[in-house]
T-cell receptor, first 113, second 114 residues
Framework: DARVTQTPRHKVTEMGQEVTMRCQPILGHNTVFWYRQTMMQGLELLAYFRNRAPLDDSGMPKDRFSAEMPDATLATLKIQPSEPRDSAVYFC???????????FGQGTRLTVV | AQKVTQAQTEISVVEKEDVTLDCVYETRDTTYYLFWYKQPPSGELVFLIRRNSFDEQNEISGRYSWNFQKSTSSFNFTITASQVVDSAVYFCALTKGGTYKYIFGTGTRLKVLA
């Protein structure tokens, strides 16, 4: 069963530390997204890539967040420096075409203390 | 502006009851896609169905069925003979044709009681 794999599943870090979240999209999928889920804001799109090129990262705080796809099998989301308000569940998802639907990973639950 | 409204915050039903989750959307686009996702207690988002704006046929998959009505901008989801395993948060989502930006509703938490 093909699935999106995210690591780590849980991360607790101190304010000011760098956090890196990783995602392995489903093999062959050419679109990768990062979403953030919080109780207050629900699901928010942070960034998405098509064929490894960033198409939209308007939802991402540029001063501290960065998203990359070093290769087709790896997407990363970094936060530096982290802040308590970044505490959330971060989801990676991948898809093949816009109408097919995206498949989400299990998420990384980030807690910044 | 695009928007998805799930007015039901939480629904509780007894096992074997039928339940309908409502989804109303707003968009000015003529081409768009609608989706339903399930988020069980384990936390991941599970894709259930997608519909494009040109296909108003209702769909049935086992105990699940979906009713898409463009006239009322609704894409409702019905679970027949609900089971405890159906307990989850269900999200309706909309994307604009040609983009992958999902606009999610706020979700409906379904509790199925044994």
């Amino acid at each position: 069963d093909a699935r999106v794999t995210q690591t780590p599943r849980h991360k607790v870090t101190e304010m000011g530390q760098e956090v890196t979240m990783r995602c392995q999209p489903i093999l062959g999928h050419n679109t990768v997204f990062w979403y953030r889920q919080t109780m207050m804001q629900g699901l928010e799109l942070l960034a998405y890539f098509r064929n490894r090129a960033p198409l939209d990262d308007s939802g991402m705080p540029k001063d501290r967040f960065s998203a990359e796809m070093p290769d087709a099998t790896l997407a990363t989301l970094k936060i530096q420096p982290s802040e308590p308000r970044d505490s959330a569940v971060y989801f990676c998802a991948s898809g093949l075409s816009q109408g097919e639907g995206a498949f989400f990973g299990q998420g990384t639950r980030l807690t910044v203390v | 502006a695009q928007k998805v409204t799930q007015a039901q915050t939480e629904i509780s039903v007894v096992e074997k009851e039928d339940v309908t989750l409502d989804c109303v959307y707003e968009t000015r686009d003529t081409t768009y896609y609608l989706f339903w996702y399930k988020q069980p207690p384990s936390g991941e988002l599970v894709f259930l169905i997608r519909r494009n704006s040109f296909d108003e046929q209702n769909e049935i998959s086992g105990r699940y069925s979906w009713n898409f009505q463009k006239s009322t901008s609704s894409f409702n989801f019905t679970i027949t003979a609900s089971q405890v395993v159906d307990s989850a948060v269900y999200f309706c989502a909309l994307t604009k044709g040609g983009t992958y930006k999902y606009i999610f509703g706020t979700g409906t938490r379904l509790k199925v009681l044994a």
